[in-house]
């Protein structure tokens, strides 16, 4: 097993861990009858040592990524296709503009 691995799982029992931990200080808390302000630090301090451990593990597993080039594309971006899926017409404008509020203070005019 490589070392990219043991640091995913082992990211992940140390997760586990701080949640099983921050539900046993929570019952603490109930069975005292305090009331919750929130985790100690030392449960927050495993949860981001879990989270780096886990971060780095994952990119060192999954390999190298591959930087994306918009210059590797021969066309320039003026000639690349229009994309009709992203354009929306029917937007929230429509309805703003027949509130007569809205139409009233779109026609002040401003001081240049």
């Not at 809205?102 to 401003?110: E, F, G, L």
Request: charged share 15%.
């Amino acid at each position: 097993m490589n070392i990219a691995k043991a640091l995913v799982i082992a990211s992940l029992l140390l997760l586990g861990l701080t949640g099983y931990q921050a539900m046993q200080y929570r019952e603490t808390l109930r069975l005292e009858q305090l009331e919750f302000t929130g985790l100690p630090g030392s449960l927050l301090l495993n949860l981001v040592v879990a989270a780096v451990i886990g971060l780095v593990g994952g990119v060192q597993y999954w390999g190298n990524f591959s930087p994306i080039r918009l210059a590797d594309n021969p066309r320039p971006i003026h000639l690349r296709p229009l994309r009709p899926e992203f354009m929306a017409f029917t937007h929230r404008g429509e309805v703003l503009s027949s509130l007569p509020h809205i139409r009233a203070a779109a026609s002040v005019p401003t001081i240049r």
